[in-house]
């Protein structure tokens, strides 16, 4: 491959767009430019061999806002997840799969891109992150048909409204009072897109796929509090997560301990 011409067309489209990360990734790629331009002449001196490189056919897929990226060896049939953010020498892996070619074709239209406001993103970013998610999926628990319907659900401007539809008045109140104290994590981006998988939006991506009432925190107190103990319980374990994540769930605990201070 000509190293060059590559990073000269990357170059080319990163400096389109208004993003800082973007715009600090074209940078960076103008000093490729010049390092390569630095040793061009040495290069050319050298004599370099013709023999074709055996190297292992694999796919990447990156995600800036989860700092995470997903590796598939199209040889061995190995899916890994790579915390971005570890600092750490070489590939930190959260977690690794065993899929057939047919089992990874069959994850394409989880990558679905759609243009943002300045520039193309992964709808589908907030749910890979997950490994329960991709098991789910996997399993076939749930058709890509059945994910689009219960993501529609989760960014649905009426979710909060449904979702104390049937339940004491003390339950939202108690809510709203956590929202205020800690901060939500259950909002969607300016295009519309989840941006954290939240306990919350799992357990009603779960009743929605299954087809029952998507009302989570139930029609008592009593069952509001179960479900928010069953929650701060699930979110416990930083197994299979890297930072960024992890401090979302972190959040997010800290919002359903004040919710129950709240309601008890």
């Given at each position: 491959?000509?190293?060059?011409?590559?990073?000269?067309?990357?170059?080319?489209?990163?400096?389109?767009?208004?993003?800082?990360?973007?715009?600090?990734?074209?940078?960076?790629?103008?000093k490729l430019l010049t390092m390569y331009e630095r040793y061009?002449?040495?290069?050319?001196?050298?004599?370099?061999?013709?023999?074709?490189?055996?190297?292992?056919?694999?796919?990447?897929?990156?995600?800036?806002?989860?700092?995470?990226?997903?590796?598939?060896?199209?040889?061995?049939?190995?899916?890994?997840?790579?915390?971005?953010?570890?600092?750490?020498?070489?590939?930190?892996?959260?977690?690794?799969?065993?899929?057939?070619?047919?089992?990874?074709?069959?994850?394409?239209?989880?990558?679905?891109?759609?243009?943002?406001?300045?520039?193309?993103?992964?709808?589908?970013?907030?749910?890979?992150?997950?490994?329960?998610?991709?098991?789910?999926?996997?399993?076939?628990?749930?058709?890509?048909?059945?994910?689009?319907?219960?993501?529609?659900?989760?960014?649905?401007?009426?979710?909060?409204?449904?979702?104390?539809?049937?339940?004491?008045?003390?339950?939202?109140?108690?809510?709203?009072?956590?929202?205020?104290?800690?901060?939500?994590?259950?909002?969607?981006?300016?295009?519309?897109?989840?941006?954290?998988?939240?306990?919350?939006?799992?357990?009603?991506?779960?009743?929605?796929?299954?087809?029952?009432?998507?009302?989570?925190?139930?029609?008592?107190?009593?069952?509001?509090?179960?479900?928010?103990?069953?929650?701060?319980?699930?979110?416990?374990?930083?197994?299979?997560?890297?930072?960024?994540?992890?401090?979302?769930?972190?959040?997010?605990?800290?919002?359903?301990?004040?919710?129950?201070?709240?309601?008890?």
């Amino acid at each position: 491959m000509d190293w060059v011409e590559q990073t000269e067309m990357v170059c080319n489209i990163l400096k389109e767009c208004a993003d800082a990360k973007a715009l600090d990734l074209f940078s960076k790629g103008k000093k490729l430019l010049t390092m390569y331009e630095r040793y061009s002449d040495t290069a050319a001196q050298t004599e370099i061999s013709s023999q074709y490189l055996n190297v292992t056919e694999c796919s990447v897929c990156s995600f800036p806002d989860s700092g995470i990226s997903f590796y598939y060896n199209h040889s061995t049939g190995v899916l890994e997840c790579v915390d971005d953010t570890n600092n750490q020498p070489g590939r930190q892996i959260l977690w690794s799969k065993q899929l057939s070619e047919e089992a990874y074709d069959s994850c394409e239209p989880l990558f679905e891109r759609q243009k943002g406001e300045r520039n193309w993103i992964y709808k589908y970013e907030a749910y890979l992150a997950h490994e329960d998610f991709w098991d789910m999926y996997l399993n076939h628990e749930f058709d890509i048909e059945a994910f689009r319907n219960a993501d529609m659900l989760l960014t649905d401007n009426s979710l909060f409204d449904q979702l104390f539809e049937n339940s004491p008045k003390s339950v939202r109140t108690a809510w709203e009072n956590a929202l205020m104290t800690v901060g939500s994590v259950f909002s969607k981006n300016t295009d519309g897109n989840v941006t954290y998988f939240s306990e919350l939006y799992k357990q009603i991506f779960l009743n929605t796929i299954a087809g029952k009432d998507f009302a989570v925190l139930g029609t008592t107190v009593e069952s509001a509090v179960e479900y928010a103990q069953k929650a701060i319980e699930n979110l416990s374990s930083p197994m299979g997560h890297n930072n960024a994540v992890n401090r979302m769930r972190d959040k997010e605990r800290q919002f359903y301990n004040e919710f129950l201070n709240n309601l008890l």
